[in-house]
Each structure stands twice: as C-alpha cells, then as structure tokens.
C-alpha cells in the first residue's frame, strides 16, 4: 500500500479508526472525514490528515474534497464507513424524523460521497471503493428497521458500483462487522444490563451466543480484511458482501 491514498468517512473512532491505522500501518496516506472536531485533532499526524465535516451536508462535502485534493492530491481507496442506528422502535411507531436521518447519512451521504470520488478513483491505476455494512445488512434487525433497511441498501450500491466501475479497473466490495469490541458495544451492553436488570458480562454472552464463534469481533480484524480488498491480491474480488462477525446467525 506504499503512497496509497486513502479516505475514510467517520475515520477519527470506533472501527473506521482501526481502518485507518491498518492503512497507515501499509504505508498508505490516509484522510479522514469525521464530525467529531476533537478526535479529527486527535488522530491528524505525518501519515493522516483530516477534514471535520457532516457527511450529510452538501457544503461539507465539498469542502472534504478540496482538503483531500491539497493533501493527497488525489484519492485511491474510498472507505465509506459513516453511519448513524438512530432510533429503537418497532415499526408501527418508528419515528418519520428518525427514519429521515438514518437514510439521510447511511445511504445519501454515501452515494454523495462516492458520487464525488469517482473521478478521482478513475484517475488512479488502482483504485478500490469499501462500504461498510452491517450483520444488519444480512438480515432483519427489530426494532431498528431504519439502520438494517440502509445497510441493505448499502449492499445494492456496491454491487452495482462493482458492475458499473469494473471496466475501469475499479473494484467495490461490502463489509459486514458483527458484535464489535470497543467502547460503542460496552455502551449498548451497559445499557442492556441496566434494561433487563443483569449485569454486562450477562448482557456480553447474550450478544455472542448466535455466533459460531462466540467472542466479540477485533476492529482490528475489519481493517486487515479492507487493506487486502484494496492491495494487488483484491483486484479480483469485487462485487462481494464479507461478513467479519464469528459467523452470526442474526441481528441482535
């Protein structure tokens, strides 16, 4: 990955964090998209830049691309892995407003996103673009209809991104994180326990017990698996929907 250039959107935490270290850690010079204005700050050094910026708006936007044309000068990889859950609820009483931001951030700010990064890619003699999805783009998720609904939808959009982009040489793939470890799940978990009255190591065994293998997924792990998508040993997968979460059997 020696001078690749790469973008991640929402890149500053959580598992868009380990996706940017993996690249670093290659060789490759990373930019990253986040709306936290502290962890931005925090994760800018030698190797990675950065741009605080909503990804839903469109102004932001194409202030991210004319920070990333000055310190990358061009893009490579594009790892879109910004999303929102938004609310818990069934169906029936989900809320219009809820709904509206997730799809407003999961699917349009992505399209938006890769949209605008196309030309670029088209530029570069080995380009690849990440999406990150979700188990929740594998199957149902009650009670957040709106996040598995987008993750779904995210699956569609590389698929045709792969057919539409191929001839350029550009490959497109979805990545499926299960149970993540990290501060986001130790929250859930927490809040879990305090619903249902256990403890977290209750609500911890709950949330693996549907897995072949039972044990929360390293965020290390997704960003080894999206440095290969994009290195010389990918350029022939594309199209294709990857799971990294022990072999999940639902959404939970």
């Known amino acids: 990955m020696d001078g690749q250039r790469v973008l991640v959107t929402a890149g500053a935490s959580g598992i868009g964090w380990a996706v940017v270290q993996a690249f670093v850690a290659a060789g490759a010079r990373v930019h990253i998209a986040d709306v936290d ?145 990290g501060p986001r799940i130790e929250r859930v978990l927490a809040g879990r326990a305090e619903a249902a009255g256990t403890d977290v190591e209750t609500e911890r065994a709950k949330a693996v017990a549907n897995q072949s293998i039972p044990a929360l997924t390293d965020p290390a792990d997704i960003g080894a698996l999206a440095v290969f998508l994009a290195s010389e040993h990918g350029r022939s997968i594309s199209g294709q929907s990857l799971p990294v979460d022990g072999d999940s059997k639902a959404a939970q």
Not at 57 to 77: H, K, Y
Not at 119 to 126: D, N, T, Y
């Open 37 to 181: 204005a502290d962890a931005v700050a925090s994760a800018v050094s030698d190797s990675v830049t950065g741009t605080v910026c909503d990804v839903s708006d469109p102004v932001g936007v194409e202030r991210l691309f004319a920070d990333l044309s000055e310190s990358l000068g061009g893009l490579d990889v594009l790892v879109n892995n910004a999303g929102i859950a938004g609310p818990t609820a069934p169906v029936e009483d989900y809320p219009r407003e809820g709904w509206d931001a997730v799809v407003a951030i999961n699917l349009t700010a992505t399209f938006a996103i890769t949209q605008r990064a196309i030309p670029l890619l088209k530029a570069s003699p080995r380009a690849s673009i990440i999406v990150m999805s979700s188990v929740a783009g594998r199957f149902g998720y009650p009670r957040r209809v709106a996040y598995s609904t987008t993750k779904w939808g995210l699956v569609g959009f590389a698929k045709t991104l792969a057919l539409e982009l191929g001839e350029f040489g550009i490959t497109a793939n979805a990545i499926h994180p299960g149970a993540v470890a």
